[in-house]
């Protein structure tokens, strides 16, 4: 069995300090992948003793990064994604893995949070077109094959506690929405926007866990009482291979046992795999 760990951690400097690494022993995780890392690699490695590090640090300081850490070394990893005047550092970091034989490969990403009719929101959609072209090479690299991270989009409105007050913001909207549409679709994919994509078979392996069921929920505001009422959104994903999907055999969301003891707005998603 190999689990596998996805955290948005909101800076692991800070996170660290409020228990993360009490979570980071507990979870018995062998992989685990973090985004909105937010510090240099000299910084990161000594705050997690026992592990190899794979880290991509943002251009900008202080912004994104994405992480992967393991119990044992990665085979290779990469960076590389998207044309080369694309700035997708600290966003998407690929780690090729061998359990038992089998080859792994895990990747962590951070999509961009967006904003409505901003700059920002451009440079969502252009990631998000990015993972589009990259999700069938994926395939054809490995036959196993883990996406995980914080996608910035609930996919359904199963995925958002309040998702009539958010159909207008980054994060659900229709055609933001009509990506994931495609990732999970299979064959020609009508989407939520009414565009006709085509579908690459990844499993959404919360949502089959889980059912047609609100959440489980993985990222809270910090505004009012977000927390205590679980009014939540879905946005942090394990995006599995059909083949790596078929062998889940346990999924949860490790959710904080109170407001004040978070170290993070987002929550972990650990998932057991029988590799």
């Not at 359990?99 to 901003?118: A, I, K, R």
């Amino acid at each position: 069995m190999v689990r596998i760990a996805t955290v948005n951690v909101n800076g692991i400097r800070a996170a660290m300090r409020k228990g993360m690494s009490d979570w980071l022993e507990a979870s018995d995780a062998d992989i685990v992948a973090l985004q909105e890392v937010r510090a240099t690699d000299e910084i990161v490695t000594p705050l997690v003793p026992g592990w190899h590090v794979l880290h991509d640090e943002a251009t900008a300081k202080g912004r994104a990064g994405v992480a992967v850490l393991s119990r044992e070394p990665a085979i290779q990893h990469r960076t590389a994604f998207g044309a080369d005047d694309f700035d997708s550092a600290g966003r998407w970091l690929e780690a090729d893995f061998e359990f038992g034989g089998t080859p792994v490969t895990v990747v962590s990403t951070y999509v961009h949070s967006g904003e409505v009719d901003t700059p920002k929101q451009v440079e969502k959609y252009k990631f998000l077109n990015t993972m589009n072209e990259r999700l069938p090479q994926l395939r054809n690299h490995c036959e196993n094959v883990l996406v995980t991270g914080d996608f910035n989009v609930g996919h359904r409105e199963f995925d958002i506690k309040n998702w009539r007050g958010n159909r207008k913001k980054s994060g659900f909207l229709l055609e933001e929405r009509s990506y994931l549409d495609g990732f999970f679709g299979e064959g020609d994919v009508e989407a939520v926007d009414g565009q006709v994509r085509t579908g690459h078979g990844w499993v959404d392996v919360g949502r089959t866990f889980a059912g047609e069921v609100d959440g489980p929920y993985t990222w809270w505001s910090n505004r009012g009482q977000a927390f205590d009422n679980d009014t939540g959104w879905r946005i942090d994903y394990h995006m599995a291979s059909p083949a790596l999907a078929a062998s889940v055999s346990n999924y949860r969301v490790d959710r904080y046992p109170s407001y004040d003891t978070r170290w993070s707005d987002h929550a972990p998603v650990v998932v057991d795999y029988e590799l």
